[in-house]
């Protein structure tokens, strides 16, 4: 079964902090995502990434950036955490079908983020 | 570009009734289709998925047809139990568009 983890399920954190959010696939999926999930909005995605240090800019990028130095993980990282950030972080892989086709996704259990 | 519209919850049902969830959908081309469930406390799972026109996916006793005429596809299950209680997402296109999902309580 894939599985896709992350590193924390609870994290409290204080405005201004640099806050690191990590994921880890044991599939060797090209994909992986990140998403924010927020009551009424339903998923949004904050960025991308299709291959080791490949990104791409999602809906929501703002505040945010990421890194992929291995193909099995993808860091999300919260320059500086504000509490509008306050949310679900979801984490996602999936193979690739060409061009713009994805398979099904594979999510990790998530992280809630808090912000005070 | 693509879209996902959903059918706003939240449900509540009583075990053994008839579930339909709607969802419609724009997009350029001819997408595959998903639906996905979050139980409490985790991640989401991908519980069926269609990739044309006319197919219809299935699993757990959920289903759901890709109908391109009207561009959707909704989900139906003809005897909910209390175990279906989730949210339920509606995806489509490249899978960067969710829908805002549909809270559904099952009652004994």
């Known amino acids: 079964d894939v599985k896709v983890t992350q590193s924390s399920r609870y994290l409290v954190k204080r405005t201004g902090e640099k806050v690191f959010l990590e994921c880890v696939q044991d599939?060797?999926?090209?994909?992986m995502f990140w998403y924010r999930q927020d009551p009424g909005l339903g998923l949004r995605l904050i960025y991308f990434?299709?291959?080791?240090?490949?990104?791409e800019k999602g809906d929501i990028p703002e505040g945010y950036s990421v890194s992929r130095e291995k193909k099995e993980r993808f860091s999300l990282i919260l320059e500086s955490a504000s509490t509008n950030q306050t949310s679900m972080y979801l984490c996602?892989?999936?193979?690739?079908?060409?061009?713009?086709?994805?398979?099904?996704?594979?999510f990790g259990p998530g992280t809630r983020l808090t912000v005070t | 570009g693509n879209s996902v519209t959903q059918m706003e919850g939240p449900v509540t049902l009583s075990e053994e009734a008839f579930l339909t969830i709607n969802c419609t959908y724009t997009?350029?081309?001819?997408?595959?289709l998903f639906w996905y469930v979050q139980y409490p406390g985790e991640g989401l799972q991908l519980l069926l998925k269609?990739?044309?026109?006319?197919d219809k996916g299935s699993n757990k006793g959920f289903e759901a047809t890709y109908r391109k005429e009207t561009t959707s596809f909704h989900l139906e299950k003809g005897s909910v139990q209390v175990s279906d209680s989730a949210v339920y997402f509606c995806?489509?296109?490249?899978?960067?568009?969710f829908g805002t999902g549909t809270s559904l309580t099952v009652i004994p």
């Open positions: 996602a892989s999936s193979l690739t079908g060409g061009g713009l086709l994805f398979y099904e996704q594979y």
């Open positions: 599939m060797d999926h090209e994909n």
């Open positions: 990434s299709y291959d080791v240090k490949m990104k």
């Open positions: 997009a350029t081309g001819y997408p595959s």
């Open positions: 269609a990739t044309k026109a006319d």
């Open positions: 995806a489509t296109g490249n899978q960067f568009y």
